[in-house]
């Protein structure tokens, strides 16, 4: 189990070199401020960032597009 401040570190990386970094899960949900659990709901939808593969066993999303869907998801809200 990983200590919260080794992934608030882990989170602060990712944002840092955002246009290039693809976080696993359990990253990719810290981002989000939410559970893997509700991450795997989320990703049924169509506008929701598409995985990307990082080898044979293992996808990400880029924190780029999970940045991007945050905010569309509030301007949606601000309508």
Known sequence: MTSPLIEEKEIQLARAMSNQ?????????A????TPKHLHE???????????RIGS???GRR?????AWIDA?????EH
Do not use: Y
């Not at 693809?22 to 949900?29: L, N, Q, S």
């Not at 989320?42 to 990307?52: I, R």
């Open 21 to 29: 970094t693809i976080a696993r899960i359990k990253i990719a949900a």
């Open 31 to 34: 981002i989000l401020g939410i």
């Open 42 to 52: 989320l990703a049924k939808s169509a506008d929701f960032p598409a995985k990307v």
């Open 57 to 59: 066993n293992a996808v």
């Open 63 to 67: 924190v780029s597009d999970l940045e």
């Open 73 to 77: 998801q509030i301007v949606k809200g």
